[in-house]
């Protein structure tokens, strides 16, 4: 395929994800754990723009709120991108871009930010650049970044294996409307990982697709798919910040379907029965003082793609 946008400048709208399922295996040798995850993109979106800069030039400026705890320039995992694109191209010298990333994603919220913009940028880099690239390369690029790109990429719900990167999509139907509890603080991906290796340090028993799940999706049956949510990581997201139980259980005790941590956290995500009911819960965390970042988003949406 051809990515070519005639213009100077590109954008790109790339999703945030929660995982209605993460198994995990123990850690391997070379550090990562296998896991069975199911992904749900989810409408809370960054927007990745690309302009022609001169060659071999990458920059990479973030803009919003949490923009200060963001890495630019090469740091930054969109830099990598750009840079890793440039040089399957064969042209590292010839090729230039400067990134704005405007961020509304959770900044180590456990929705895959960073990925987010890494997707983005490829996706980006590609269109300005006129590449010839399919879209199947641009996710074996994207893997190289991070375990999460392939799926920003690629949106929708879908099932992750190996270090969540190899995808297969999932039947689901209907809309799923969640609140999610954000957190100030975040949590660092890597140490959940280390608590949970010393949580379970054989890991998931057996490492499977949770079936319920599945089932609960392909009828579009939200209250099933409440009870069936499931995180090995919640323990070790919720053991290293205790401080949360509270907004979890008091989640679930005012009506929602489920509750579960993101990914490595530390973001709760809750299913609700309708977008109402999303409201409704809203309110009622607000007004017991909990929950002091809460958003209203709905899944499945698609991955990312072209607004210009
Ligand atoms: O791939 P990504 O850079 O997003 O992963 C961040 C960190 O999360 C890794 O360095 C690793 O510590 C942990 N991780 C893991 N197993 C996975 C995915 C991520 O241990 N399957």
Redesign the pocket.
Same mark, same amino acid.
């Given at each position: 395929m051809k990515f070519s946008a005639d213009c100077d400048h590109v954008v790109v709208r790339v999703p945030g994800k929660i995982n209605l399922a993460l198994r995990s295996g123990p850690?391997r040798p070379d /550090?990562?754990?296998d896991?069975v995850t199911i992904f749900q993109a989810v409408s809370v979106y960054d927007n990745v723009r690309a302009e022609h800069a001169p060659p071999g030039e990458i920059s990479v400026e973030v803009l919003g709120p949490k923009a200060a705890a963001v890495p630019t320039g090469l740091a930054n995992l969109a830099g990598q991108a750009a840079a890793r694109l440039a040089a399957w191209a064969g042209a590292e010298h010839r090729l230039g871009v400067r990134l704005v990333i405007e961020k509304d994603i959770p900044v180590t919220g456990g929705m895959a930010g960073g990925?987010a913009d890494a997707a983005g940028a490829l996706l980006a880099c590609a269109t300005l650049w006129d590449l010839s690239i399919d879209s199947a390369r641009l996710a074996v690029l994207g893997a190289e970044l991070?375990?999460?790109v392939p799926f920003c990429l690629r949106g929708g719900t879908a099932l992750g294996v190996n270090? /969540?990167d190899q995808l297969t999509p999932v039947l689901s139907r209907g809309t799923y409307h969640w609140l999610l509890a954000l957190d100030e603080q975040g949590l660092s991906?890597?140490a959940v990982?280390s608590r949970f290796d010393q949580l379970y340090p054989r890991g998931s028993q057996p490492l499977k697709a949770e079936q319920s799940i599945c089932d609960a999706l392909a009828k579009g049956d939200a209250e099933q798919l409440g009870k069936a949510l499931v995180n090995d990581l919640q323990p070790a997201a919720l053991n290293l910040r205790p401080d949360l139980w509270e907004v979890y259980s008091s989640g679930l005790e005012l009506g929602a379907l489920g509750a579960v941590v993101s990914g490595s956290g530390p973001t709760i995500a809750f299913l609700c029965r309708s977008e109402a009911a999303a409201i409704e819960l809203s309110v009622q965390l607000s007004s017991e003082g909990l929950g002091h970042n809460l958003r209203r988003v709905h899944g499945p949406v698609p991955g990312a793609r072209l607004l210009i």
């Open positions: 850690r /550090g990562y754990h896991l990925s991070g375990a999460d270090r /969540g991906t890597p990982f």
